[in-house]
């Protein structure tokens, strides 16, 4: 398809158009972020007065910029940039609300707190060590001891040639000790005056790719950038502009060369043409993802299979057939080099209605067979097969932990729980966890069964 001067995928040619005209436009100002998993509930919750907006793998970044000389380790020059006032450390013995975690084994995990200080397990989740890299922004950890974190920032236009005071761009500091010591990376001189970060992706210690928002114009027409590290984090380059106008929800790239990424219009609605209801039933709109090949240089539409199950609220005879849905892909995760899954929603065009549906999407081979059914939005997955969601049923009955052995086919119930939302990271069929809560309160709780019995953690700083 098109090149790396073009966008991925154009929705239609309005957007084409549309795209032209925005071009001489300044941008207006829309909060544009990935949707962060589903967070949940359980007895003798945590109470949180915090307001939580941190996701791994991304953490929002409170603390405020200074300029200050950056020293390094390295022996080389690095100019002089405005840096954030470090986030004081957390006390040993201290309590703290956990709001999101990867295991990556039995012990051994990397999470984020509500003030967004980036912490690690080794002991299933009892203890955290507070590992905060000097500044934080964008985090994302693989395996059990690299990590990143990726901040805006800007640099003097006298020490790069450019025109005006400052640059705006990026840095990354990367750990490889499991947050022991930290390493201050390149600039990266991207021009990215409205950074919004959406997913980071690394498939060895070195090579991964991050993709984010450069800047938001008029009706949320966004402008992205795909860009690649070799050397783990401590370059990019621009691998991909990529302004088609929609927002991409996931990046998966399952290896160094073939990755996948979803787009969302259904914020484009005033630019773009919807789908008729009748032509949704009947399979003429379908999930599209964009496809590459050659490490995100060159990029495809790829056409997933059309929904069979709708949900009650949609058959009915009483809606209107000329009606409008959006859709768009709204996340996308990774659970082996050759399987994952996505989300790919749907709504009426009218903000205040109520039509709506979710749909899970899972591949066990690298997309070449796909299958789906009507999801709840917080299915986690240990392989392509087995998997656990928390169901609503409604109408005053009880939530339940359900449980499936088939990819999410069918769905039986393991047990009734008091929980409204929950966040699942199982690393064996046994061994999970998952942060459960209410409205206003967190609990991390732990289960060695496969999920017929849960004990809450009540997580420290280690000393």
């Known amino acids: 398809m098109a090149g790396p001067a073009v966008g991925i995928k154009l929705k239609n040619f309005f957007i084409g158009i549309f795209l032209f005209l925005l071009s001489a436009c300044s941008p207006s100002q829309r909060n544009v972020e990935a949707t962060p998993s589903s967070s949940p509930n359980l007895p003798a919750l945590t109470s949180v007065s915090t307001a939580v907006s941190s996701t791994l793998p991304s953490g929002t970044s409170t603390p ?49 707190e509500a003030t967004s200080h980036r912490l690690r397990t080794i002991d299933g989740g009892s203890t955290w060590k507070d590992v905060t890299p000097p ?67 690394f498939v060895s210690d070195t090579t991964g790719w991050f993709l984010f928002v450069d800047q938001v114009g008029m009706s949320g027409f966004t402008f992205e950038s795909l860009v690649q590290t070799l050397d783990g984090g401590d370059s990019w380059r621009l691998i991909q502009p990529l302004s088609n106008g929609c927002l991409s929800r996931g990046m998966i790239f399952m290896n160094e060369q073939d990755g996948w990424i979803g787009d969302d219009c259904s914020g484009l609605s005033n630019v773009i043409t919807g789908t008729l209801w009748e032509d949704f039933l009947k399979g003429k709109e379908v999930p599209l993802l964009n496809r590459t090949s050659d490490g995100g240089n060159t990029w495809n539409t790829f056409a997933l299979p059309a929904p069979t199950v709708f949900p009650s609220n949609f058959t ?28 790919w929603g749907c709504k009426e065009a009218d903000p205040g209605a109520s039509a709506k549906v979710l749909y899970a999407y899972l591949t066990p081979d690298g997309g070449q067979t796909w299958h789906s059914w009507l999801s709840t939005g917080n299915e986690s997955f240990i392989n392509p097969d087995t998997g656990w969601r928390l169901f609503a049923p409604g109408d005053g009955q009880p939530n339940s932990l359900q449980q499936t052995a088939d990819g999410g086919l069918t769905w039986r119930t393991i047990k009734a ?16 966890w998952a942060i459960v809560s209410d409205t206003m309160s967190f609990a991390l709780v732990h289960t060695v069964d496969g ?9 420290v700083i280690a000393p």
Not at 143 to 171: E, M, Y
Request: proline share 8%; net charge negative.
């Open 64 to 112: 405020t910029n200074t300029p200050t000389p950056i020293p390094t380790s390295r022996g080389t020059n690095i100019p002089s940039w405005p840096t954030q006032t470090p986030l004081s450390s957390i006390q040993p013995g201290e309590p703290f609300v956990l709001t999101q975690f990867d295991m990556v084994d039995e012990n051994i995990g990397w999470g984020v």
């Open 316 to 343: 009915s005879p009483a809606l209107d057939p000329n009606v409008s849905l959006y859709c768009g892909i709204k996340q996308m995760d990774k659970m082996s080099q050759m399987a994952f899954t996505l989300q």
């Open 417 to 432: 729980v008091a929980w409204q939302t929950a966040q699942f990271d199982f690393v064996s069929e046994q061994v999970g």
């Open 135 to 201: 500044e934080v922004g964008f985090f994302s950890a693989e395996g059990d001891t690299h990590a990143w974190d990726v901040i805006q920032t800007r640099i003097s236009c006298d020490q790069i040639g450019c025109s005006g005071g400052w640059a705006p761009g990026l840095v990354t500091w990367h750990t490889s000790d499991g947050g022991q010591t930290w390493q201050r990376g390149a600039f990266f001189n991207g021009g990215v005056p409205e950074f919004r970060p959406i997913v980071m992706q």
């Open 451 to 459: 999920g017929k019995t849960w004990i809450e953690i009540k997580p």
